[in-house]
């Protein structure tokens, strides 16, 4: 089981950047798909973005493409969001999950969740 732990959240104006980062624990970080989610208050969890385990394939969520960039190192067992443009509708906590079998999907069905980094864009 790999255990996750988000950072790189803040406080951010409209049409700035943020770049998340979550760290990964575990021999078997490199097996595992992962994704970003986001949740605001009031809201149920949305998919972000997704990177394959080797890193060569990535979707992301209509409202957040061509703004947003996944990343991953294994090397460092890190995976990354790299945020642009960001909006106020972007304020949400975000989520880093891990598995090494979900791909392709929107639905929080992966097995491995990080504890949430807030992310808040002021307009």
């Known amino acids: 089981q790999v255990q996750l732990v988000e950072s790189g959240g803040g406080l951010v104006q409209a049409g700035g950047s943020l770049r998340l980062s979550c760290a990964a624990s575990?021999?078997?970080?490199?097996?595992?798909?992962m994704g970003w989610f986001r949740q605001a208050p009031g809201k149920e969890r949305e998919f972000v973005a997704a990177?394959?385990?080797?890193?060569?394939?990535?979707y992301y969520a209509d409202s957040v493409k061509g703004r947003f960039t996944i990343s991953r190192d294994n090397a460092k067992k890190k995976v990354y969001l790299q945020m642009n443009s960001l909006k106020p509708e972007d304020t949400a906590v975000y989520y880093c999950?891990?598995?090494?079998?979900?791909?392709?999907?929107?639905?929080?069905?992966?097995?491995?969740w990080g504890q949430g980094t807030q992310v808040t864009v002021a307009s």
């Open positions: 999950a891990a598995d090494p079998h979900v791909w392709g999907t929107a639905k929080p069905d992966f097995r491995a």
């Open positions: 575990g021999r078997t970080f490199s097996s595992y798909h």
């Open positions: 990177i394959s385990w080797s890193g060569d394939s990535t």
